[in-house]
């Protein structure tokens, strides 16, 4: 096996702990936005759930838009 280096959210060591990966908080840093991107058209059916994901998530702030 190799070795890497990533910078993850600190979640991802809760989420994807596994033997022989170590997580290593590196302080005190600003907070920084994470995003999800894709090739345009594609339709793989990750893409999908994510597209089907953020459609959800904005009808839902338009109906508590309209609540208001």
């Known amino acids: 096996m190799g070795r890497g280096l990533s910078i993850v959210p600190e979640s991802a060591s809760r ?3 596994r ?3 170590h997580f290593t908080p590196i302080g005190a840093l600003p907070l920084c936005e994470v995003a999800v991107v894709w090739r345009v058209g594609s339709t793989a059916a990750a893409v999908n759930f994510a ?5 959800i998530v904005k009808e839902g702030d338009k ?3 309209a609540r208001r």
Not at 51 to 55: E, G, K, P, S
């Open 19 to 21: 033997p022989g990966i």
């Open 63 to 65: 109906q508590t838009r």
């Open 15 to 17: 989420y994807f702990a």
């Open 51 to 55: 597209r089907t994901a953020v459609r």
